[in-house]
Nanobody, 123 residues
Framework: QVQLVESGGGLVQAGGSLRLSCVASGRTFSNYAVGWSRQAPGKEREFVGAISGSGGVTYYAGSVKGRFTISRDNAKNTVYLQMSSLKPGDTAVYYC????????????????WGQGTQVTVSS
């Protein structure tokens, strides 16, 4: 089992930045890719980005590419989602998830999920 806890969400003005953290406990964290997804009220959960277990490969949704950056520190069992140039459309609950997905961009291919953290971007 892997337990994940997200933090760092909050309220920010459009154009601002936030850094989310996802801290893992349990099995060897570096064995797992980590994906970030988000869900806005009334909408389906959508893929944001992912990072491989070693941290050497990252993937991003087109809507966030160039604005969001994912990194990880396996010594600290932590994955980060640095979000910049935030827009009101980025408002959602953000989730991190760990696993060995067949496809990094497939939201539900991950096995372990955090509880989510709310990000609200005001205009």
């Amino acid at each position: 089992q892997v337990q994940l806890v997200e933090s760092g969400g909050g309220l920010v003005q459009a154009g601002g930045s936030l850094r989310l953290s996802c801290v893992a406990s349990g099995r060897t964290f570096s064995n797992y890719a980590v994906g970030w997804s988000r869900q806005a009220p009334g909408k389906e959960r959508e893929f944001v980005g992912a990072i491989s277990g070693s941290g050497g490969v990252t993937y991003y949704a087109g809507s966030v590419k160039g604005r969001f950056t994912i990194s990880r520190d396996n010594a600290k069992n932590t994955v980060y989602l640095q979000m910049s140039s935030l827009k009101p459309g980025d408002t959602a609950v953000y989730y991190c998830a760990a696993g060995r997905p067949a496809t990094y961009g497939s939201v539900y291919d991950y096995d372990y999920w955090g509880q989510g953290t709310q990000v609200t971007v005001s205009s």
